[in-house]
């Protein structure tokens, strides 16, 4: 818990220093741009990674959004060779509040379901599918950098898994909005 509290405390810092260094002014740009794309670390994906695409529908920074990706990852074991591959599909549903004076901070509240999917791969041969979901609840700060269109996102998660049991979980997004 210390490691992702230092880790959020170092990506605050840097993104205030890039703010800081912003020459194009600090107000958001006259039109506003409603879709983006972005990578995703962690967070949906739990252990892997994912692209994604993600619609606004306010005329103002912020408001409702609707996004949905796709990616996967790779575990492996620690106790033999083998490794777990898996591929996810996410989708979800969030609203975004500007927090700060000129709009490009916003905090996140929303949820988001995700399928995933993937063979065991052991050394002795034996491939099994496995496949599960698992619905969140999330809760994130973005902020846009420089003209705008590139943003970066910290997400912490709240997984519900099939025991009604709360996984918390963080990710990391950087993206581009257009």
Do not use: C
Not at 24 to 48: C, I, K, P, Q, R
Not at 77 to 101: E, M, Q, R
Not at 145 to 155: C, D, F, P, V
Request: proline share 3%; aromatic share 12%; hydrophobic share 45%.
């Amino acid at each position: 818990m210390k490691q992702v509290i230092f880790l959020l405390a170092i990506m605050v810092v840097t993104m205030q220093k890039l703010s800081a260094q912003n020459t194009a002014g600090t107000a958001v740009a006259d039109t506003v741009l409603h879709n983006s794309w972005y990578f995703e670390f962690a967070g949906a994906s739990l252990s892997g990674a994912t692209i994604n695409y993600e619609r606004f529908f306010s005329k103002d920074p912020g408001g409702l959004s609707i996004h949905g990706g796709v990616g996967g990852g790779i575990v492996p074991h620690i106790f033999d060779s083998g490794a777990d591959f898996f591929g996810v599909l996410t989708g979800g549903l969030s609203y975004n509040i500007p927090v700060s004076k000129d709009k490009r901070g916003m905090i996140e509240f929303g949820g988001i379901y995700s399928y995933y999917s993937g063979g065991l791969l052991r050394q002795f041969g034996d491939n099994n599918t496995v496949s599960a979901s698992a619905p969140a609840l999330l809760a994130g700060w973005r902020r846009q950098i420089g003209s705008g269109k590139t943003h970066i996102r910290i997400t912490l998660l709240a997984f519900f898994d099939q025991h009604v049991s709360v996984i918390p979980w963080v990710g990391f997004s950087v993206g581009r909005r257009f």
